[in-house]
Nanobody
Framework: QVQLVESGGGLVQTGESLRLSCAASGVTFASAAMNWYRQAPGKDREWIAHISSDGNTNYAVSVKGRFTISRDNAKNTVYLEMNSLKPEDTAVYYC?????????WGQGTQVTVSS
């Protein structure tokens, strides 16, 4: 049974930082590519960051240079370090994995950036 559990969200001010975590279970984590998505109120869910099993990363234009995705295979955890946060980063952030032909999402963690 695949489970993804996000944590680390909260309320911050513009320019501050947060680090999100996503703990995975039920997968061979070291072999899995991991992704972060977010969904702002009234908007579609959007992809923001990807890390491959060998550590290669990709980012959406909207977060490139401010956000960093990383992984710790010993802890079965993927991270999203978010710096220079803006009010438009306010959203629910989700961890996602495609594993054994199925899609899995975490429950999400709320990030709110006040101006």
């Amino acid at each position: 049974q695949v489970q993804l559990v996000e944590s680390g969200g909260g309320l911050v001010q513009t320019g501050e930082s947060l680090r999100l975590s996503c703990a995975a279970s039920g997968v061979t984590f070291a072999s899995a590519a991991m992704n972060w998505y977010r969904q702002a109120p009234g908007k579609d869910r959007e992809w923001i960051a990807h890390i491959s099993s060998d550590g290669n990363t990709n980012y959406a234009v909207s977060v490139k240079g401010r956000f960093t995705i990383s992984r710790d295979n010993a802890k079965n955890t993927v991270y999203l370090e978010m710096n220079s946060l803006k009010p438009e980063d306010t959203a629910v952030y989700y961890c996602y994995i495609h594993w054994n032909y199925s899609n899995y999402w975490g429950q999400g963690t709320q990030v709110t950036v006040s101006s």
